[in-house]
């Protein structure tokens, strides 16, 4: 029998464009991407990237403080706030003009800015490694980094870029506002970047310089919205060993036993394919009948149906 579900959809870059024009013709076919599932019925919380976007503002609040010395700098989590409401303005904007396309009326979608606690210990803040921003020449990168303070390291020969940690997610802080908002039958925008890294000192939450991988704070979502269904929408329609290789091996199905054994041997490549791997794995996991898939994203409605994707379960 056909089940309509609750599923957590995680958007990859592709989905948004690299700049603003690029985004409103993206957000198009993201939006009909997207009613697709919500037209048969099912449940949808979105989760997207945020990586262009949020280097993007990111050097233009820099290049603000060296036009004005009285305006000082713009702390990354505030970035990453700046580019959750835009990207959800354009986004959930897509989405109500196409379900009205397709005769919905009634087209309650929302975006949550939503911030996202990690650890103030937690390893990754001892080795910042996720590269933000533009490439800066020798001179600009020493510049940063004693104006800013900003850890700078060159990138494999293309210059300087600014790194900062990507801590793991440990708790969604307005997730009973969403969990409410998903309960009365509203489409919610969450999560957006990863979330908001934020830390509690006391009962203040301090923005951290850090980016949160986006596929790990879905993971989170999906398990505490009690969903049935992850998808992490990527540029491959499924996942793939021995890549680009002679023997290389598309997989239609993974059980999670199976998907440690190839993380274990180092199947996925870091910062790519291994986190939406690993966050399929921890989602498929952490209850019975839960499942997560990785695909296309003009694929999503045949990945549900079955008929592609790479499916990920107990």
Request: with cysteine; glycine share 8%.
């Amino acid at each position: 029998m056909y089940k309509r579900k609750r599923i957590v959809v995680a958007l990859g870059g592709n989905a948004l464009g690299n700049t603003l024009p690029e985004q409103m013709i993206a957000v198009k076919s993201t939006a009909k991407a997207l009613c697709d599932l919500i037209e048969e019925g099912h449940q949808v919380v979105v989760v997207h990237g945020n990586g262009p976007q949020v280097g993007m503002i990111n050097n233009a609040m820099t290049a603000l403080t060296h036009e004005d010395e009285t305006q000082p700098n713009t702390p990354l989590s505030v970035c990453v706030a700046m580019s959750q409401a835009y990207i959800g303005y354009d986004l959930q904007n897509a989405l109500r003009e196409e379900l009205r396309k397709r005769g919905f009326m009634r087209t309650p979608v929302v975006t949550v800015v939503t911030q996202v606690r990690v650890d103030p210990d937690d390893p990754a803040f001892e080795n910042p490694s996720k590269p933000i921003g533009k490439f800066l020449t020798k001179e600009e990168a020493e510049y940063q980094a004693k104006a800013y303070g900003h850890v700078m390291k060159e990138d494999a020969g293309r210059g300087y870029r600014r790194v900062v940690a990507s801590p793991k997610p440990v708790e969604i802080v307005e997730q009973d506002a969403i969990n409410s908002l998903v309960d009365a039958n509203k489409i919610v925008i969450c999560c957006g970047g990863g979330g908001i890294p934020v830390t509690l000192e006391g009962h203040h939450l301090k923005g951290a310089s850090a980016v949160i991988d986006k596929d790990f704070a879905s993971c989170l979502l999906a398990k505490q919205l009690d969903a049935d269904m992850l998808i992490i929408l990527t540029a491959v329609e499924k996942v793939a060993v021995n890549f680009g290789k002679e023997n290389e091996k598309w997989l239609d199905d993974l059980t999670v036993s199976q998907a440690k054994k190839y993380i274990k041997e180092g199947q996925f490549a870091a910062g790519s394919m291994l986190p939406k791997v690993q966050a399929c794995v921890d989602f498929a996991s952490s209850g019975a009948g839960r499942t997560a898939m990785i695909t296309l994203l003009e694929k999503a409605k045949d990945g549900i149906m079955g008929k592609t994707g790479t499916q990920i379960h107990l």
